[in-house]
């Protein structure tokens, strides 16, 4: 019986999965489909929903959908550390016989990365799906092909471009999310799933106004799709933190006894300062990293980390920003993050300067370190 086996994290399943995975059933002629969440042992886990519960979500999602057999398969999970590729293929071809290893293009492009790729090679043939927005995989498949020997094959469907961070951090926030099924979504609702904050995103939603509760939501969307689109390997949840309470302070400026510098008080900067001290204690957040980028999100500063210069540039060029040139320089970050980065610090640092006023220390030290042509202009 052929069959077509599709792995991934599946957190959530999305209605893109499942038409990519129902046109490689048809395209392919396989008579059943075999969906393989892929197992993260809890301290790998990155904030990934658990095994079990995306495993239920699979069931939900892939059921009936796709006109053949669908089994949820937990091989990963019982086997429960050593799943790549080349180890867990066998065990699966061993189980199903003839087996289709389904995989998108974005993967394919990784492929000389996994472990043994020439092994995975002979295990069986590749089915590549193509995904709006990149490049043809034809010619890297055919490279490949020739590399490591095997059969890739491509098929004609091409998938829509879609964010499974985008969809979890909607889920999060305890909205409905259309890129998964009423199935999922029922499901979802039914067993409490994505609700870890549920409490944290009411106490916000009622310490900002509805404008700056969009403002929020919309650098949240934006701090997750850089994240991902750069590859940039902060962890999810943390970013979805950041991101949720950066502002959880600018309209509630009463310094209540709380640890902020001086020099900020009745500044338009205080918020990040007291935003990260009342993430602390109103929200109880303990984490130094969450903290350091609420704490310095409107000033930027030398020497920043990946996470911080993420948070700092989704807040200025977050979707609802609209005005210019704020679409060219959200442009600029979404194909390179750091000239991004660097955008929107300068861009910052001109607007103040034009403006006259004083401008922030922190602000001015982190002109100097990153743009020391620019530092000083007058």
Known sequence: MKTVVFGGAFDPPHREHIRMLKAAVEELGAERA?????????HKSQGILPFAERAELCRA???????VEVVVDETEFERGRDNYTCLVLPELKKKYGDIIYLI???????????????????????????????????????????????????????????SSGRMRAELFLGEDSAGVTESVARTVRERGYYRDYADTVEKVKACESADLYEHTRQVVFRAIDLNSAHNLKCDFRKVFLAALL????????S??????????????????????????????IDDDEILEAVRCHTTAKPAMTVFEKLVYTADSTSYDREYDPIPVIRAIADKDFEKGFLSVLEYTYMKLTAAGGAIYPLTEEAVKYYLPDIAGWV
């Open 34 to 42: 075999v969906v393989v969440p892929t197992y993260f042992p809890p």
């Open 61 to 67: 999602a892939f059921g009936d959908s796709t006109g």
């Open 246 to 253: 950066h502002d959880n302070a600018k309209q509630r400026p």
């Open 255 to 284: 310094v209540d006894g709380l640890s902020v510098p001086a020099d900020s008080v009745g500044t338009k900067v205080l918020h990040q300062f007291l935003g990260a001290e009342k993430a602390k204690r109103d929200f109880g």
């Open 104 to 162: 998108g293009g974005d993967s394919l492009e990784y492929l000389p990365t996994w472990k043994n790729p020439a092994e995975v090679m002979k295990i069986c043939t590749i089915a590549v799906a193509e995904r709006e927005g990149f490049a043809s995989v034809r010619e890297s498949a055919a490279k490949l092909a020739a590399r490591f020997g095997g059969d890739i094959r491509v098929l004609n469907f091409v998938g829509k471009e879609v």
